[in-house]
């Protein structure tokens, strides 16, 4: 006995394979875009993680002129090309320490870290901002892990006088593709000449660097056509990020990545304004965004 194929399902199979093949298509071309792209699609629990997907590896950096030494962590795969690069501050009397969780669990998501110390724990954050890009350049042209990293995609991060010395270092060096302040303190509250993608990280309840007169007002100064975002920790004070915060790392990954990786997959975690998170108390963005890393 012959069976007779149905005319239309045969057509809306060879539609439905045509789709499948332009959608494959398609996703490969949207990779190929984006030489920066490291690790696997990301989600809100690989990003929540204290570890990410890559194995890392830290090598230890004497005191230099520049800057007071430090640790650099970094990814120990070879296979996927060079990573982007972040320099973060401790802030005012603070010791690397402070914000040295921060090296391995940003590195194991695809990033060299250089997380230092200032030549002197007194410094201001001008004097830390100087230090932060010596530390870049040190990474990039000095240290053993050099060729890990590409030049062209490079951030700063610091907490508190260290958040400062992001903002001014961003200020003086616009070809930086990131910034995160960390409860970032500073005596300049306008930074309208700043071009470099920055996410302000707050604490609600910060006595030492209030809200109202810093976080908010360096958010609200930055350009408006600047890609920017304002995160407010609930219930925080100024030292919260000074040891592990699930929130706030989840908002610097996604920061780092789309913006120094060029990465859009990470749109969903900045955009839009995260709804009913018990740990906001507030979130400002300039969304949807549209600046890319730094050309090839």
Known sequence: MTTRRNPLLTLLAVLA????????????????????????????????????PFAT??????????????????????????????????????LQLAISWLGPRLASQGFVVFTIDTLGVFDFPDARADQLLAALDYLTNTSSVRARVDRTRLGVMGHSMGGG????????????????????????????????PTLLVAAQNDAIAPNNDHSLPFYNSLPANLEKAYLELRGA?????????TTASRFAISWLKRFIDNDTRYD?????????????????????????????
């Not at 972040?86 to 009397?93: D, I, L």
């Not at 960390?182 to 509250?189: E, F, M, N, R, S």
């Not at 004070?237 to 915060?245: R, V």
Request: glycine share 10%; with cysteine; hydrophobic share 35%.
């Open 17 to 52: 394979m045509t789709l499948g093949l332009v959608s494959a298509n398609i996703a490969t071309a949207v990779a190929a875009d984006n030489p920066y792209e490291r690790g696997p699609a990301p989600t809100v629990q690989s990003i929540s993680a204290a570890t990410g």
């Open 57 to 94: 590896s830290s090598v230890t950096v004497p005191a230099q002129s520049g800057f007071g030494g430090g640790t650099i962590y970094f990814p120990t795969d070879t296979s996927q090309g060079t990573f982007g690069g972040v320099a973060v501050s401790p802030g005012f009397t603070e």
């Open 165 to 196: 010395a992001s903002l001014s270092a961003a200020n003086k060096r616009p070809s930086l593709q990131a910034a995160i302040p960390l409860a970032g303190w500073h005596t300049t509250k306008s930074w309208s000449n700043v071009h470099v």
């Open 237 to 245: 004070d100024h030292n919260t990020t000074n040891s592990p915060n």
């Open 268 to 296: 969903q975690f900045l955009c839009p304004t995260p709804q009913a998170d018990t740990n906001i108390s507030r979130y400002m963005s300039t969304c949807p965004y549209v600046t890319g890393a730094a050309a090839a």
